[in-house]
């Protein structure tokens, strides 16, 4: 087995990072690109039981490698403009140089499942060919909930915010043991309190970032307004609608409160029907563990079994997804 | 594969068929006689409805919004306990508040009584029945008793898609403003119970009433010995209920469904949108045409409601002062909401019934903006000066 990621630099053209689990994937294999949220180191894809969703994938006969976007100069300086504009189009060539072709599926976290989205708005030119996943992503921003605004405003002001307003905001949804059924902290993670405490203590020592500050005034200007649009005004990212292309599978979780289902589902209904997008609501309605919430389907024990799987089929082209 | 066989389950499903039959509901006797209990109306088409009364606290008589009339809006397959279960007395905290608070129980509860027994036990009326005959009968004994031109509607899950339809329709001007806690707009994007119930309808009755209080009933002992199971989570999560709270209201607070309005609900999930049973009026459009202030809450894992059926209501409000509210950790609260807890639950008191009672209070009394400073028109008289 073999590992190779360092910590992320603060370079302008961050290289992607290949996750190797047994056999390396052949030439052929196809690419896909993991993309953490703002807040987000790139380990948060394998910090679930030091596997996670790239080490499943990456046993999976794909290519699996790691992206970083938000921890580049562009990102600090321009926000989520500089990373649509230079970024996302770099990262995409560098992930084709590397593997050959360029059939590649972008799968991203929060904000950045936004990412193709936006792009496919910019006036210069065509997207790359891609298919893409966005995770737990919020694509209309009105009606944010209180909780999320507290978030912004408390990395604004400097300091982060505070276990409690982490746990109530991200890690929603996550359940003790019972009976036959284990409880959502993964194997492997040291068990201080309850689920919430658990990994919000994991997500405080190997995964919280702060953000980029000129992406929180983009998701701060978004909220006031309602849209996604660029800073000065000019591009206005929902246009992405019309141009992106897909396949394109949109997850919510049922108890996500900073990507609520209602706040997903608009993408839904806006992308052209020949993008042929899917959704999936990961609850336990449907049969999954948990009722899903922000981290808890990246990070969640029970993840392995609902995201990974559903993930896996909808890579593997399957009509119905479980 | 299934350790239970063929046989063994339709043997299984007939014992509780025979079990929810032996269930099957007759009206309540003695209504007059039950607490709160203010009147009965008569409807245009010959239902007599029980209507359950809480007046304002005469201490809260120097408020600006005393008296205001709010009327309380149940849902489907459960009654006035919806709004009266101890420990969840949304009755009560609303009259201790100032306000006049009444509970109409429409046609097919047990304390309401139909024209004649066959109407009874064909269990044909609609939502649509209810909009048209129930709703003005109680609204014209409210507004009347009252004193007031006006009322506020309070309405969980139907009985805010009811409050929806009143409003745009001939009585909007007797609606001050809207609550709706849990109530679809439309249903968009059907979740897999819904998928689920849609195939599954050839196990309704034909006719009739579907026996939900008598299946609920039996399927209380559950409650203890498996309450991770996903069917009682549709409908509640746990995490905001106790089981004594839930076994009391079961007990109390349900009641069976009519056949023809389960043929509405499966034309809502099937179609996406509220319409009326033939399909000729739409609802959801009709939103368009509602004006009023509204205040719309949604539970964040509401299964039967799902926030996004609930938002659909939201957007589709012509309403310029609307507010939306989702009852869950995101937004501050102690858990997620299922549906049921949104108004039976452990917390409604200290997490929910205070943001109803302050949106009210705003509305009939909204807060005064300080006078500006005005210039003199004159030069004070200095005294001593001609």
Known sequence: MLFAFSGAAASDRPEPKPVVRGTPSGYEAEVIALCPDIGERPEVFLARDGEGLAGHLARGNWKVYLVDPWSTPTAAAEGFDGVVRDVYPWLLKRLAEASGHDRITWVGHGVCGLLPLAAAARPSGNPPPTRWAALGTRFDWSLPSPELKRWVQSWKDGGGPLPDLVQRLLFTGLRGALGARNSSVPRGVRVVGTPAESLEFLHRDKISRRPPAAVLEDLERWMRQGRVTDRAGWVDYEIGYANVQGPALLVSGASDAVAPPEQVLPALDRLDAKVGAQWHLLSRINGDREEYGHLGMLLSRHAARDVDELLTAWLQGRETLP | ?386
Not at chain 2, 11 to 35: D, I, M, R, S
Not at chain 2, 50 to 70: I, N, W
Not at chain 2, 195 to 212: D, F, I, M, Y
Request: glycine share 10%.
């Open chain 2, 1 to 386: 594969m299934s350790a239970v066989s063929p046989a063994l389950r339709r043997f299984g499903a007939l014992c509780f068929a025979l079990l929810l039959a032996g269930c099957a509901t007759v009206p309540t006797k003695n209504v007059e006689e039950l607490p709160f209990f203010g009147a009965r109306v008569s409807t245009a088409d010959g239902w007599s409805l029980a209507v359950f009364h809480a007046p304002p606290d005469p201490a809260t008589a120097g408020l600006p919004h005393h008296g205001t009339p709010v009327l309380l809006i149940h849902g489907t397959s459960v009654n006035r306990y919806n709004y009266m279960t101890d420990g969840s007395d949304l009755v009560s905290f609303l009259a201790s508040r100032g306000f006049d608070v009444w509970v109409p129980e429409y046609r097919g509860d047990r304390s309401s009584q139909a024209p004649d027994k066959a109407t009874w036990r064909a269990g044909a009326w609609s939502v649509d029945d209810i909009a048209a005959y129930d709703v003005p009968a109680v609204m014209d004994l409210v507004l009347k008793e009252s004193g007031r031109d006006q009322l506020y509607w309070l309405g969980h899950s139907l009985g805010g898609a009811l409050g929806y339809i009143a409003a745009q329709g001939p009585r909007s001007h007797q609606i001050a403003g809207l609550i709706t806690i849990g109530a679809p707009g439309a249903f968009p994007h059907p979740n897999r119970l819904a998928q689920k119930a849609e195939k599954n309808t050839g196990l309704l009755p034909r006719s009739g009433q579907v026996p939900t209080r008598g299946a609920a009933k039996a399927a209380l002992p559950l409650l203890d010995m498996a309450p991770d199971d996903p069917l009682l989570h549709a409908v509640y999560n746990l995490d905001n209920v106790d089981v004594p709270t839930l076994v009391e209201f079961v007990g109390l607070g349900m009641e069976n469904i009519g056949r023809g309005m389960t043929k509405q609900y499966l034309g809502w999930m099937t179609g996406g949108r509220v319409t009326s049973l033939d399909g000729r009026v739409d609802y959801t459009a009709g939103l368009a045409k509602v004006t009023q202030p509204a205040l719309v809450v949604a539970g964040r894992v509401d299964h039967i409601v799902p926030p996004w059926a609930v938002r659909a209501g939201y957007d589709g409000l012509a309403s310029t002062d609307k507010s939306w509210l989702v009852m869950g950790q995101g937004w501050g609260h102690r858990h997620d909401y299922g549906h049921g807890d949104l108004l039976v639950g452990d917390f409604v008191v200290d997490e929910l019934f205070p943001d109803i009672a302050s949106w009210l209070e705003a509305q009939v009394s909204p807060p005064v903006a300080p006078p500006e400073p005005v210039e003199p028109a004159l030069a004070p008289t200095i005294p001593g000066s001609p």
